[in-house]
């Protein structure tokens, strides 16, 4: 099946210590996005990739770290000095390219816990 | 600047009663594209309709339509005779010229249908 994969669901973190978050995507998209998600929020856009070996920051970029070494795979990074990193994030692609509007997929998310 | 409200934080009705969720947005783009998107309780965000800024055509699929006016900056979802299924939590998000498929969403419309 076609889709998006985030992995782990539930990733419990001590403070202090970086963590990875999965995402994998099998629709030969270009594009790619992390969200982040807060109770009343909405999502706000962390990191995005239109292509491979390049992203941009989004609005709350600061205390994390992407890469996109391959088309299907953009992992993100939460490192220490995010203060707040307790959330939901999701991770999303699209057809993606400049000047393309397309709806963007979403997976299923991964809810990162500090203690 | 791009900005989507939606001003309904929570509603709860009835089931078979009909339920207009509102979408107010902003954007100083002449071409953008707007977006409704289900997020049910496990997590993952479900594309429902996506409609550019030069067709204001109202749009019906089953139990769900959407009254898109320019005017008013106004992209509203009903849903007719509510069902238990459909409660989730709602967002809108706009996407224009300058944003590079960077989507802005609201805040969401947590709805619940009551049996």
């Known amino acids: ?115 | 600047a791009q900005k989507v409200t939606q001003a309904q934080t929570e509603i709860s009705v009835v089931e078979k009663e009909d339920v207009t969720l509102d979408c107010v947005y902003e954007t100083r783009d002449t071409t953008y594209y707007l977006f409704w998107y289900k997020q049910p309780p496990s997590g993952e965000l479900v594309f429902l309709i996506r409609r550019n800024s030069f067709d204001e055509q109202n749009e019906i699929s089953g139990r769900y339509s959407w009254n898109f006016q320019k005017s008013t900056s106004s992209f509203n979802f009903t849903i007719t005779a509510s069902q238990v299924v459909d409660s989730a939590v709602y967002f809108c998000a706009l996407s224009g010229t300058n944003t590079g498929n960077q989507f802005y969403f609201g805040t969401g419309t947590s709805l619940t249908v009551i049996p």
């Open chain 1, 1 to 115: 099946d076609g889709g998006i994969t985030q992995s782990p669901k539930y990733l419990f973190r001590k403070e202090g210590q970086n963590v990875t978050l999965s995402c994998e995507q099998n629709l030969n998209h270009d594009a790619m996005y992390w969200y982040r998600q807060d109770p009343g929020q909405g999502l706000r856009l962390i990191y995005y990739s239109q292509i491979v070996n390049d992203f941009q920051k989004g609005d709350i970029a600061e205390g994390y770290s992407v890469s996109r070494e391959k088309k299907e795979s953009f992992p993100l990074t939460v490192t220490s000095a995010q203060k707040n990193p307790t959330a939901f994030y999701l991770c999303a692609s699209s057809i993606g390219g400049a000047g393309v509007y397309n709806e963007q997929f979403f997976g299923p998310g991964t809810r990162l816990t500090v203690l």
